[in-house]
């Protein structure tokens, strides 16, 4: 049973800089895609991002695009999401997911929750003055 331990959240300032990290456990990560989500106060959940399990394929979200990146490091079972220029409205709980096996990651393919099967707990990101 694959479990996610997402970490690294906390308060930022506008401008400012995070870096997310998922601890995965219980099973391997190396043949799936994976993914990060968030959702803030009100809002649904929306995909944030995914790679690929060789890390050489990502998507994102376009509101975050060319301010995120996300990586892995399958040998130490992490998922990453460094996260720059940091403003407000990313303020949110953020989970590391991972998709059902036939989800394909790719830039011309959503990000859809439906589509991921196990989620960690989430970490808050706070951006504020």
């Not at 929306?46 to 890390?55: A, N, P, R």
């Not at 995120?68 to 490091?73: A, E, H, K, V």
């Amino acid at each position: 049973q694959l479990q996610l331990v997402e970490s690294g959240g906390g308060l930022v300032q506008p401008g400012g800089s995070l870096r997310l990290s998922c601890t995965a456990s219980g099973a391997t990560l190396d043949y799936n895609a994976i993914g990060w989500f968030r959702q803030a106060p009100g809002k649904e959940r929306e995909g944030v991002s995914c790679i690929d399990s060789s890390g050489g394929r990502t998507n994102y979200a376009y509101s975050v695009n060319g301010r995120f990146t996300i990586s892995r490091d399958n040998a130490n079972k992490m998922l990453y999401l460094q996260m720059n220029d940091l403003k407000s409205e990313v303020t949110a709980i953020y989970y590391c997911a991972e998709p059902d096996p036939m989800y394909y990651c790719s830039a011309d393919v959503p990000i859809l929750q439906h589509s991921f099967a196990s989620w960690g707990q989430g970490t808050q990101v706070t951006v504020s003055s």
